[in-house]
């Protein structure tokens, strides 16, 4: 079992930046996947940015230029800096950890912090 929890939300105008954290229960270096999700109101969750524990990143297209995203294993921490944000990043963000295991995976959910782009 992994919990996570995230921080680092609130309420910034057009063009700011946040950098969310989340903190992992123990060490990260056996998750597969490190992930930030989010979802906007009234909308589906979505993938913005993935990280493998290799360090091979992967982006949401409305991601692309703006987000970085990165993990500290030994720390257990996953973060998302974000710069540029835009009015439509509003949502609840999400840190996931996903763990392969022979055959099946494991799927954890942080409760989710709220950011906030006000226009």
């Known amino acids: 079992q992994v919990q996570l929890v995230e921080s680092g939300g609130g309420l910034v105008q057009t063009g700011g930046s946040l950098t969310l954290s989340c903190a992992a229960s123990?060490?990260?270096?056996?998750?597969?996947?490190m992930g930030w999700y989010r979802q906007p109101p009234g909308k589906q969750r979505e993938l913005v940015a993935a990280?493998?524990?290799?360090?091979?990143?992967n982006y949401a297209e409305s991601a692309k230029g703006r987000f970085t995203i990165s993990r500290d294993n030994a720390k257990g921490t996953v973060y998302l800096q974000m710069n540029s944000l835009k009015p439509e990043d509003t949502a609840v963000y999400y840190c996931?950890?996903?763990?392969?295991?022979?055959?099946?995976?494991?799927?954890?959910w942080g409760q989710g912090t709220q950011v906030t782009v006000s226009s």
């Open positions: 123990k060490s990260i270096f056996d998750i597969n996947i």
């Open positions: 990280i493998t524990t290799s360090g091979r990143t």
């Open positions: 996931n950890a996903k763990k392969w295991f022979t055959t099946y995976e494991s799927d954890y």
